[in-house]
């Protein structure tokens, strides 16, 4: 069985840090994209970070400079580092698993940035 566990969220100050993590079970880790989404109250789930089997990554441009995804095969886990948080982050995270079309999604975590 395919689960992915997010933990990290929170609250946070304006210009604070939080560090989310996802934990990868039930899937061969190493052949999956990874990536973390966003979906704020009213909005689309839009793509925030994705990072390939090779470790290329790609940023939203609203996050771009201020979040940095990273992965640990030997882990089975993909984190996103957030700093410089705005209130505009404020977003339940969801973490995606993409290998050969078959795709999956964590239950996601809530993040909450005060100004």
């Known amino acids: 069985q395919v689960q992915l566990v997010e933990s990290g969220g929170g609250l946070a100050q304006g210009g604070g840090s939080l560090r989310l993590a996802c934990a990868a079970h039930?899937?061969?880790?190493?052949?999956?994209?990874m990536a973390w989404y966003r979906q704020a109250p009213g909005k689309q789930r839009e793509l925030v970070a994705r990072?390939?089997?090779?470790?290329?990554?790609f940023y939203a441009d609203s996050v771009k400079g201020r979040f940095t995804i990273s992965r640990d095969n030997a882990k089975s886990r993909v984190y996103l580092q957030m700093s410089d948080l705005k209130p505009e982050d404020t977003a339940v995270y969801y973490c995606?698993?993409?290998?050969?079309?078959?795709?999956?999604w964590g239950q996601g975590t809530q993040v909450t940035v005060s100004s």
């Open positions: 039930g899937i061969i880790f190493s052949l999956n994209t």
């Open positions: 990072i390939s089997i090779v470790d290329s990554t």
């Open positions: 995606n698993a993409d290998h050969g079309g078959s795709n999956y």
